[in-house]
């Protein structure tokens, strides 16, 4: 089956500093990546939808100067916190989905980051 | 707003019988209902899904029933084992919203042994 692989698995950071995550596709491509944000016991809640070659787009609510999203290629989408506080403390997962119209996606194992 | 409603919260069932989680949405430009696994610390993982076109679809022990003109679709795990015991989130996506997944808010499933 597709794989999608996310690094790194689990990041701790001080206040004020940004942290990179990576998700990649590992065997497949994938024109639309989106990331989710869970907080514990609760839903993904989506943050954005990142498209390669353009620039993401954010839900509602979440700030796009603090979650920087950059989709380089067909197999790999990044999200970095930017002046990260206790509150961004949470898991993020992203999924890809396989390009062409088509609703397969395929999530990675998420993100765990821990603000401190 | 939350487009996708999921219940119950929480559900505990005995090795053996049946679980069933109920979701209801409102959008009816979804086009697509998956349902999805997850165990904690991990990423979720489709499970089944189905279209609005079809009232039913059955992957081994797993079951969605579809109710297009209610708007509610249900997952039935049947013979259910300890080893289903994770959160369960139903889902909702349509291709004019560019693909874009919302999930309910999860039931957690506990099988007892």
């Known amino acids: 089956g597709a794989v999608v692989s996310q690094h790194p698995s689990w990041v701790i950071c001080k206040s004020g500093t940004s942290v990179k995550i990576e998700c990649r596709s590992l065997d497949f491509q994938a024109t639309t990546m989106f990331w989710y944000r869970q907080f514990p016991k609760q839903s993904l809640m989506l943050m954005a939808t990142?498209?390669?070659?353009?620039?993401?787009?954010?839900e509602q609510g979440v700030e796009k100067d603090k979650f920087l999203i950059n989709h380089a290629s067909l197999t790999l989408s990044t999200l970095t916190v930017t002046s990260a506080h206790p509150e961004d403390s949470s898991f993020y997962i992203c999924?890809?989905?396989?390009?062409?119209?088509?609703?397969?996606?395929?999530f990675g194992p998420g993100t765990r980051l821990t603000v401190t | 707003q939350q487009q996708v409603k999921q219940s119950p919260q929480s559900l505990i069932v005995q090795k053996g019988g049946i679980s069933i989680i109920n979701c209801a949405y409102e959008?009816?430009?979804?086009?697509?209902f998956p349902w999805y696994q997850q165990f904690p610390g991990k990423g979720p993982a489709l499970l089944i899904a189905?279209?609005?076109?079809?009232s039913e679809k059955k992957e081994g022990r797993f079951t969605i029933s579809f109710n297009k003109s209610a708007k509610q679709f249900s997952l039935h795990i049947m013979d259910s084992q300890p080893g289903d015991s994770a959160t369960y989130f139903c889902?909702?996506?349509?291709?004019?919203?560019?693909?874009?997944?919302?999930f309910g808010a999860g039931t957690r499933l506990f099988v007892k042994a």
């Open positions: 189905i279209r609005p076109d079809v």
């Open positions: 959008n009816t430009a979804f086009d697509y």
């Open positions: 889902a909702a996506a349509q291709a004019t919203g560019g693909f874009k997944t919302i």
């Open positions: 999924s890809a989905r396989v390009s062409g119209f088509t609703y397969e996606q395929y």
């Open positions: 990142s498209n390669e070659g353009s620039k993401a787009t954010y």
